[in-house]
T-cell receptor, first 112, second 113 residues
Framework: GDSVTQMEGPVTLSEEAFLTINCTYTATGYPSLFWYVQYPGEGLQLLLKATKADDKGSNKGFEATYRKETTSFHLEKGSVQVSDSAVYFCALKNTGFQKLVFGTGTRLLVSP | NAGVTQTPKFQVLKTGQSMTLQCAQDMNHNSMYWYRQDPGMGLRLIYYSASEGTTDKGEVPNGYNVSRLNKREFSLRLESAAPSQTSVYFC????????????FGQGTRLTVV
């Protein structure tokens, strides 16, 4: 079945550091890919998405590129802030299916 | 801008008790979902409803039942709670079409003692 693998956390960075959170997927067909973010005590909210190969999703300084050849959708940000501290989830949704499949989440901790 | 509303936010149950988690969305979405979130496990799908009148099992349906009461509401019932059901439960909805994003409620933190 479809699955998503994320790097283990926590990822601990200083403010203004470069962020990469790795995400790879296994799926039949042509899934859409998502990054969701969960701030403490809250539900998940969509950060960015990409619906086809080579698409780049971006939002709030975060970017991720849909790489079909490596089945990856790594999340990057050039300069993180303390307010970016949260748990980040990679997810996929396959064509014709209603279900979102999530990775295990990666906690990001940014210190001043 | 209510979005997806879950009740209650917190609940403590004794083993064997029953309860229903309520979820309502006001976005006219077709699809609704129940997930549980456990440390190191990410979000796992319990049940989902692709449209009003239909429900399907997800990855971890045992011990749960659901009801899609109407297009707005999707409830999750624990008939006989067990400590293994201690978790944070999230309801979500989406248009169900194409790559429509899912919108999540704030979650219900359930502890079974």
């Amino acid at each position: 079945g479809d699955s998503v693998t994320q790097m283990e956390g926590p990822v601990t960075l200083s403010e203004e550091a470069f962020l990469t959170i790795n995400c790879t997927y296994t799926a039949t067909g042509y899934p859409s890919l998502f990054w969701y973010v969960q701030y403490p005590g809250e539900g998940l909210q969509l950060l960015l998405k990409a619906t086809k190969a080579d698409d780049k999703g971006s939002n709030k300084g975060f970017e991720a590129t849909y790489r079909k050849e490596t089945t990856s959708f790594h999340l990057e940000k050039g300069s993180v802030q303390v307010s970016d501290s949260a748990v980040y989830f990679c997810a996929l949704k396959n064509t014709g299916f209603q279900k979102l499949v999530f990775g295990t989440g990666t906690r990001l901790l940014v210190s001043p | 801008n209510a979005g997806v509303t879950q009740t209650p936010k917190f609940q403590v149950l004794k083993t064997g008790q029953s309860m229903t988690l309520q979820c309502a969305q006001d976005m006219n979405h077709n699809s609704m979902y129940w997930y549980r979130q456990d440390p190191g496990m990410g979000l796992r799908l319990i049940y989902y409803s692709a449209s009003e009148g239909t429900t399907d099992k997800g990855e971890v349906p045992n011990g749960y039942n659901v009801s899609r009461l109407n297009k707005r509401e999707f409830s999750l019932r624990l008939e006989s709670a067990a400590p293994s059901q201690t978790s944070v439960y999230f309801c979500a909805s989406s248009s169900g079409q194409g790559e429509g994003e899912a919108f999540f409620g704030q979650g219900t933190r359930l502890t079974v003692v």
